[in-house]
């Protein structure tokens, strides 16, 4: 496995990490605990150094998971989590208080067997709560030695601007693929600018750009994709036009799907490093494997070409979580 440096801070990670939220969260009914152990382990074996987990993932029940896995080579590995939903819980809406961040990391050390945090993500900015006593609460936990290095996710650019004045920025993590590029309007230049990584999360849209979902897949009562208007069957069926680009493109390269969108994403900057999430095993090997594709200047302009035209239909979420995003 490739490795990479988040951004300017000297972190270094595999190309490609874990994000583990689908294990136990968000995505159906997951997987077994041991299960997940042997997954997130099966990673750490082929080259990945970089874990994705979250308090609001279970809540807590994921970050247990991480814990139980990474405890055997704990200080290889880079594990990132992220504070910032009052209980833990998506639903009832942010929460970042100063004394809430503190009791979040604490009892997150407890869950992933740790004494420190690698990275400690805002999940979402709290309206609530300025940017400054936020990230000066993180700088405080660094100084503790209790936690290395800060994030932000879904952030816009003014509050990472905010937070960077008061404790560097060490990665800002959202959602970037062949079918949500809004981040390059913006939040891309701003990362360069200030040396902060990037991390995508959902690289593979949730799924779709795998090519296994159409417009006649039927997901779990608990999955999150139900609510996404992306995901109705509707636009679902409309949004296969992309996807039908992007295998013609794999065929092409003799690879698959999942691959191409993995590689143009490492393809963009050398400071980016994306966590696709995976309940299975081989599916975990070929995402690693996009690692390895090579993408010419000449690949990365007509994949530009073949998707110009094409226009994805749907938001990505509703619009109360859409609310949380981007502030």
């Known amino acids: 496995m490739q490795t990479r440096d988040l951004g300017k801070s000297g972190l270094e990670v595999s190309a490609i ?6 294990l136990s969260f968000g995505l159906g009914v997951g ?64 929460d970042s208080r100063p004394v809430r961040i503190r009791q979040v990391t604490d009892e997150a050390l407890g869950r992933l067997r740790t004494d420190y945090i690698d990275l400690l993500y805002q999940h979402r900015v709290d309206p609530n709560v300025p940017m400054e006593d936020v990230a000066g609460t993180v700088r405080d936990l660094i100084a503790e030695g209790k936690v290395r290095h800060f994030g932000l996710s879904e952030a816009g650019v003014d509050s990472i601007r905010r937070a960077h004045g008061v404790q560097p920025v060490m990665a800002l993590q959202s959602e ?17 600018e200030l040396g902060i990584g990037f991390v995508p999360f959902s690289p593979l849209g949730k799924g779709f750009l795998t090519g296994k979902i159409d417009e006649n897949t039927e997901f779990a009562s ?106």
């Not at 099966?42 to 609001?56: I, K």
């Open 17 to 22: 990490g874990l994000g583990c939220m689908g």
């Open 31 to 94: 997987v077994g605990r041991e299960e997940g152990v042997q997954l997130i382990r099966g990673a750490f074996e082929r080259g990945v150094t970089f874990f994705d987990t979250a308090e609001a993932y279970g809540p807590g029940t994921n970050e247990e998971v991480v814990g139980e896995a990474i405890e055997p080579f704990r200080n290889q590995v880079v594990v990132a989590t992220k504070f910032g939903f009052r209980n833990g819980r998506t639903a009832e809406g942010t």
């Open 176 to 192: 970037y693929s062949l079918w949500w590029r809004e981040p390059e309007q913006t939040v891309l230049p701003v990362c360069e």
């Open 222 to 327: 608990n999955d999150f994709r139900n609510i996404v208007p992306r995901f109705s069957t509707e636009a679902r069926a409309h949004n296969m036009a992309l996807v039908e680009r992007v295998k013609a493109i794999a065929e092409r390269k003799a690879v698959t799907p999942a691959q191409i969108a993995l590689a143009w994403l490492l393809a963009q900057r050398p400071w980016i490093v994306p966590i696709p999430g995976t309940t299975k095993l081989h599916r975990l090997e070929e995402n690693i494997g996009a690692a390895n594709v090579q993408l010419t200047p000449g690949d990365l302009a007509e994949i530009e070409r073949e998707l110009a035209d094409v226009y994805v239909e749907g938001e990505r979420y509703p619009k109360a979580l859409a609310e949380m995003v981007g502030r």
